[in-house]
């Protein structure tokens, strides 16, 4: 492969016109010849950059409202033709082909399209046919042909054309292509999910699915050392890196799960934090400071937070900062960490610290694991019910301060492994059991931490993300010392664990939702 190749001429045609102008601008002063269509011809003569149009360079006219302008063969024959090939040159001459060396082409907007509420004629009006054509031609043509796909890339290519006397390397037209072929892949895996379920019952869950996701960054092995590791997509938008090495693979899942806790949160105005270990809560405290939030997770459980995550919902003070420098932990997460409070916080140079950007998240994306031979797709639970909505079922109806706290435990409980417990107050958790093979072994777990702890239970409200199957559940939980249980109930023996819990005195009431995280 030739190591330069000198850009003479460019067929330039975009949806997305953000830079075109100065791209334009450069590939003038480069010495390069523009061809263009449309609405980016329009851009680039409404600036004053000499354009050829492309019916003028074919010879023949867009036709079909412009559905057909640049699929024809002086096109296609100047990307494709190969210059080292001497048939091709032979051919080129016979039809009178000029070669175009540069193509910077984007879709029409798809993913944009289907975003909103659009009928099936417009979406497929905005499947991009000629664009895809000349971008898969040019990237085919690496070795004579450079394609640009993303405006992000302009400035480099403009950087190395103006040093390079108008040349680009084969290293960056690699590199582009590499690109370019990804980005054809993503924007038929759009059309081809949306296609597909858009007349499915169960939309957006169509009959073929197909994700593509640039690589973020390397990871310095898998979730155990002998492992290897990446991350791809848009991880790193929501979770900036402002300190520390660099991230592991189980630090990403960690982040992620710590972050997906905290918005169920995102309509408490209070102060919020968060312990976990292992993606999963050991600790969530409520109060009106971030260290006095910080001291009632951190007493449900003091022995986890070593070397665990803590996260909070509003900006990290020194208070706060100091607190927590008394452990060692993996990541600390906020939404935004002041100057001075960095500056402490970077003195430890393990410890990693991210700002997460909840404009950056998309909490309707579908949700993804790995199978054996395949993929299980769902979409996401969003559900958080409401305690006041729930059904009582027992003699005695909660308490106010009874409710809030089963709200309070609803969205903890949903992020704790099945089978989830918490016994919660209204502003903290007090004792957490999950990732059991029974139901009432996290009960269990539950009550004989907190008694080693020398934690009281009394007073407390016991939330669960399973319904209890048989009446030892209430009737431990009670021992333990809760007064009310919200459960998502539908047991075959409902009748004898309600009868259990009015044995006690026990509040209850039924959700009808479960929130099961295997």
């Known amino acids: 492969m030739t190591d330069k190749i000198k850009i003479a001429r460019a067929l330039v045609g975009v949806s997305d016109k953000t830079a075109i102008v100065e791209l334009g601008r450069a590939l003038v002063r480069c010495g390069v010849e523009i061809i263009s269509t449309g609405g980016t011809r329009s851009a680039l003569e409404a600036a004053s950059i000499p354009v050829i149009a492309v019916e003028q360079f074919t010879g023949f006219p867009e036709i079909l409202g412009g559905r057909v302008k640049t699929l024809h063969p002086r096109v296609h024959g100047g990307i494709l033709a190969r210059r080292e090939d001497a048939g091709d040159r032979r051919q080129m001459d016979e039809h009178r082909l000029a070669p175009i060396d540069l193509v910077v082409v984007n879709f029409y907007p798809f993913e944009r399209a289907i975003a909103g509420s659009v009928s099936l004629p417009e979406a497929i009006e905005n499947i991009d046919i000629g664009g895809p054509a000349l971008v898969r031609a040019a990237a085919k043509n690496y070795v004579s042909v450079a394609v640009v796909v993303d405006p992000e890339d302009y400035p480099a290519i403009i950087r190395e054309l103006e040093d390079g006397d108008g040349t680009l390397s084969g290293a960056t037209r690699w590199r582009l292509m590499r690109k370019a072929f990804a980005r054809v892949t993503a924007y038929d895996s759009a059309i081809s999910n949306w296609l597909g379920a858009v007349d499915e019952p169960s939309a957006p869950l169509g009959e073929s699915f197909s994700a593509t996701l640039k690589r973020a960054q390397i990871l310095r092995y898998g979730e155990n050392p002998h492992q290897t590791g990446a991350l791809y997509g848009d991880f790193l938008r929501a979770a900036e890196q402002l300190h520390g090495r660099e991230l592991s693979f189980n630090n990403v899942f960690d982040i992620s799960s710590a972050i997906n806790l905290l918005l169920e949160f995102s309509d408490n105005q209070e102060a919020i934090v968060a312990i976990l270990k292992h993606n999963t809560p ?150 957490i059991g999950g990732g059991a093979t029974s139901r009432i072994d996290p009960v269990y777990f539950a009550r004989e931490k907190a008694t080693r702890l020398g934690l009281s239970l009394k007073g407390s409200v016991l939330v669960s993300e399973a319904l209890f199957p048989f009446p030892d559940g209430p009737t431990l939980a009670a021992q333990a010392g809760a007064t009310a249980i919200a459960q998502p109930g539908g047991s075959t023996r409902d009748g004898e664990v309600i009868e259990a819990a009015d044995n006690y005195d026990l509040a209850m009431v039924f959700t009808g939702t479960r929130h099961f995280r295997h």
């Open 282 to 431: 050991c600790g969530v405290g409520v109060a009106s400071t971030l260290e006095e939030a910080w001291f009632k997770a951190l007493a449900t459980d003091p022995d986890s937070p070593f070397g665990g995550i803590i996260i909070a919902n509003k900006p990290w003070d020194l208070e706060l900062a100091r607190a927590v420098d008394e452990l060692f932990t993996e990541v600390l997460i906020g939404p935004e960490f002041p100057p001075d409070v960095l500056r402490f916080l970077r003195k430890k140079k393990n410890r990693r610290v991210i700002r997460f950007h909840p404009e950056a998240i998309d909490r309707t994306e579908l949700d993804i694991k790995k199978v054996i031979g395949g993929l299980l797709v769902q979409t996401p639970d969003l559900s958080i019910e409401d305690a006041h909505q729930a059904r009582v079922v027992t003699r005695r109806a909660p308490s106010e301060a009874e409710l809030r706290a089963m709200n309070f435990g609803i969205r903890v409980c949903k992020h704790i492994k099945s089978n989830a417990i918490a016994f919660v107050a209204d502003d903290r958790t007090l004792a």
